[in-house]
C-alpha cells in the first residue's frame, strides 16, 4: 500500500520534469541564431515529448499487454 502512495509522486515528478526539458527545448530553439542547432533543439523537444507521452500510457496500463 505504501508504494502506491508514493507512484504518483514519482510519477508527477517525472512528467513536471520532462515538461521542463521541453520548454527550455522550445525556449533554445527560439533563441538560437544557428540553422542546425534550431532544428537539433526541435528535434529534442519532439523526442522527449514522446518519451513524456509513452511514459503517461505505460503506466497506465494501456500499452501493456502480458501483466
Do not use: W, Y
Not at 19 to 32: D, G, T, V
Not at 44 to 58: D, G, R
Amino acid at each position: 500500500m505504501a508504494t502506491e502512495s508514493q507512484r504518483p509522486k514519482g510519477r508527477e515528478s517525472a512528467v513536471s520534469l520532462l515538461n521542463a526539458a521541453i520548454e527550455a527545448m522550445n525556449l533554445a530553439e527560439k533563441i538560437s541564431s544557428i540553422t542546425p542547432a534550431k532544428a537539433a533543439f526541435g528535434t529534442v523537444s519532439v523526442l522527449l515529448t514522446m518519451i513524456k507521452v509513452c511514459s503517461l500510457f505505460s503506466h497506465d496500463g494501456i500499452f501493456r499487454a502480458h501483466t
